[in-house]
């Protein structure tokens, strides 16, 4: 038997001290074999087929079955049958996070220890010296990730029983309401409610009101900008939120939680004027307020409402929440779980936001992967602070390459028990849905002016 140094071994010395001394209540009764006992304690049944296991290749499987490009990281391992996924998903700049996880980690983890997560994410993180980017830390998430979907698989537990297990049966959601007109929205959040929703995040039209409020812009008159690009008439999505507020909270009653996203379009003091006007409907939280370029401006919201504030899901880096949380400049952490490196950091921003009593709400759109998906729902299941998650659906199309999505039902999002993270892959589906290199987030003002989510 190999020899190496371990503070809980016993030697064959020591057991027989113990046993002379009669003072070891485990031994007694080991009178056949009297080192069978002490060895049983120094390496219990439950921790046999433990042994190392390492990464013997990563790769970036990019699919868009729902329109939306994702990309999924798969870890194979030198144990036969065993890998893991991790999202990676940067929908934007999809191309990118592939090629930094196919050209650069894969070269990188190949050989490395599967259950050493934090160090593997500790050096990957500076292995390229210059780190914080989008691209760079989705591929580490992806790998991050894809080493706990092992380590769950390898301890036959579903990924939440290692972070804790479960504080809460399932995970309350919010789902998104919108329309065109107050009415609109109104009979949306009807519609949700009687589905089980208790959450529910309204908006007229797009972010901002992109489509429903304004005319032709005159930057469009004028020949200025591009074709697509979108306007939004900041005066006047200003002027219609407290009214939709207003109308749904006439039609709807108290019972239902109302949440709305500024997606930080409008001007810092405007945003705090609108919801000082909010207040008196109760909203349950005001998402992104501020670009994070205008993170000062948290201190004037503060003094100037108590509506709670949810903010984040722009930020690269975990140390980006230090301060604000240390402030409590927002009461909720909008984290798009990918964006800052997978569950190792994430798990960070939510215990630290313990102490503050700030809670989680992960970002959960179409633009995160159904693995992604059941990342962020593992840990609602195992933080205590713990707000709430943004649903999703999952079409179809979306089953046919990811199996074992988690499913949503009454307003409460669960997963599967299986070990690790619960999804897998159909490499053969997702290859009939390629990826494209299109984004389109451009927004101006009427003068032409872009506008900063
Ligand atoms: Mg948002």
């Not at 313990?354 to 962020?376: K, L, M, Q």
Request: net charge neutral; with cysteine; aromatic share 10%.
């Amino acid at each position: 038997m190999k020899r190496s140094f371990s503070p809980h071994k016993t030697s064959r010395r020591d057991a027989m001290k113990m046993i002379a001394a009669g003072s070891a209540a485990g031994l007694i009764g080991f009178t056949e074999n009297p080192l069978s006992g002490v060895e049983s304690r120094v390496k219990p049944s439950y921790a046999t087929g433990m042994a190392p296991v390492k990464i013997r290749s990563l790769k970036a499987i990019a699919t868009a079955p729902a329109g939306s490009n994702l990309v999924v990281v798969k870890v194979e391992t030198t144990e036969p049958g065993l890998y893991g996924l991790g999202c990676a998903t940067f929908t934007q700049r999809a191309e990118a996070v592939v090629t930094a996880i196919n050209s650069y980690l894969n070269d990188f983890c190949t050989g490395k220890d599967v259950d050493r997560i934090e160090d593997l994410w500790q050096s990957a993180y500076v292995s390229s010296y210059w780190r914080n980017g989008p691209v760079l830390n989705n591929a580490l998430s992806g790998v991050d990730e894809a080493l706990w979907d092992i380590k769950g698989k390898r301890a036959g537990m579903p990924v939440y029983q290692l972070l804790g297990g479960k504080a809460r049966f399932a995970v309350p959601c919010y789902t998104h309401a919108g329309g065109r007109t107050p009415e609109e929205v109104a009979a949306s959040v009807q519609k949700f409610m009687e589905a089980g929703f208790r959450h529910i995040r309204i908006q007229m039209g797009g972010y901002g009101g992109v489509g429903t409020i304004g005319s032709q812009p005159d930057f469009k008159e004028a020949g200025f900008g591009g074709q697509n690009d979108g306007f939004m008439d900041q005066r006047g999505y200003l002027r219609s939120v407290p009214g939709m507020f207003e109308h749904v909270r006439k039609t709807c009653g108290e019972d239902v939680e109302l949440l709305h996203d500024i997606h930080e379009r409008v001007e810092p003091m405007d945003a705090i004027n609108m919801i000082k006007q909010l207040e008196q409907y109760s909203p349950f939280f005001i998402e992104d307020p501020f670009s994070p370029e205008n993170m000062e401006w948290f201190k004037q919201l503060r003094i100037s409402t108590s509506v709670p504030i949810a903010m984040g899901e722009l930020f690269n880096n975990i140390n980006e929440f230090k301060m604000p949380m240390v402030n409590q400049w927002f009461d909720f952490i909008r984290v798009h779980v990918s964006q800052v490196g997978g569950i190792t950091p994430a798990m960070k921003i939510a215990r630290l936001g313990e102490w503050f009593n700030i809670r989680t709400a992960w970002h959960g759109p179409g633009d995160v992967s159904p693995v992604g998906h059941a990342a962020n729902c593992h840990m609602d299941l195992a933080v205590w602070n713990f707000g709430i998650q943004e649903a999703v659906s999952f079409s179809e199309k979306l089953q046919s390459v990811f199996s074992g999505c988690p499913v949503m039902e009454k307003g409460y999002m669960s997963v599967n028990e299986v070990p690790g993270l619960g999804v897998d892959i159909n490499e053969k589906e997702a290859a009939k849905y390629p990826i494209g290199t299109r984004s389109n987030w451009l927004i101006r003002k009427r003068d032409g002016t872009v506008i900063r989510p």
